[in-house]
């Protein structure tokens, strides 16, 4: 379409994403043990990781029902939480936020890790037992997602996220958008209720054709990354890089 619009070579590259997956410091190593012992307990796919960036938060209202929805549904998650907009998001949790009990409750059934500031994203996406992402749909963590090939549920905040969450779930099938969550594309939107968000995880978590029609793509997308990543003369990062050079001989 670029191309079509401004006739103009429209040259792609990446996927320009992580790869390596190591934390940097005491501090974060014992966080990623721990994640990674919660983890490690639970069975293959079957962990849903939560995070809406490191910029963006839902309200406070939101953040109740996802809760909420996050214990209803009995399945293990890791929610990497921030205060709710409006708030200092590297601020701490205040328990009015969240229902009474519930951190105490999911931490000793061993159903659920709630990450207080940082989380390491591109690990846990990486683990066998992650099964899904919900997540904001920033285009870094979308990245990150397809690499490992997690399917993910779309919440968009702000910015490029709605139509980033329209073209995963309409064009590459890979994502399921959470009905009613378009942030601040519509003020107005209803507030997500807790019944609208545990049938959403339970679409995507559970045996459904859906969910396996989406891990099928994220599947096929990570190994379409892997491909470009690994080089080789007929890669399309090689190609891309290739017809770079040719243009600029050309127009030199």
Not at 30 to 36: D, E, S, W
Not at 151 to 170: C, F, R, S, T, V
Not at 194 to 204: D, G, P, W, Y
Not at 205 to 229: C, F, H, L, V, Y
């Amino acid at each position: 379409m670029l191309r079509r619009t401004f006739r103009l070579p429209v040259i792609p590259i990446g996927p320009l994403v992580r790869a390596s997956t190591k934390t940097t410091s005491p501090e974060t190593d014992a966080t990623a043990g721990a994640i990674t012992s919660f983890l490690d307990s639970h069975p293959p796919s079957s962990v849903l990781y939560v995070s809406f960036g490191s910029q963006f938060s839902i309200q406070a209202e939101h953040m109740a029902e996802l809760a909420a929805a996050l214990e209803a549904t009995g399945r293990p998650f890791v929610w990497a939480v921030k205060p709710p907009d409006g708030h200092n998001i590297n601020g701490e949790i205040q328990p009015k936020w969240l229902p009474d009990g519930f951190e105490e409750r999911v931490t000793a059934t061993k159903k659920g890790l709630l990450l207080h500031g940082w989380a390491p994203q591109v690990g846990i996406l990486a683990h066998h037992s992650t099964g899904a992402f919900l997540s904001h749909c920033g285009w870094n963590s979308v990245l990150e997602s397809m690499t490992h090939g997690v399917p993910i549920i779309g919440w968009p905040l702000a910015g490029d996220q709605y139509y980033n969450a329209k073209m995963l779930d309409e064009e590459w099938g890979v994502c399921l958008r959470v009905e009613g969550a378009r942030g601040d594309m519509d003020m107005s939107a209803i507030i997500v209720d807790k019944a609208t968000l545990v049938a959403v995880v339970e679409t995507v978590m559970s045996p459904t054709a859906k969910a396996a029609e989406m891990r099928q793509r994220a599947r096929a997308i990570k190994e379409i990354m892997e491909a470009a990543r690994e080089g080789g003369h007929g890669s399309s990062a090689n190609q891309a890089l290739e017809e770079f050079f040719k243009t600029m001989k050309l127009n030199g």
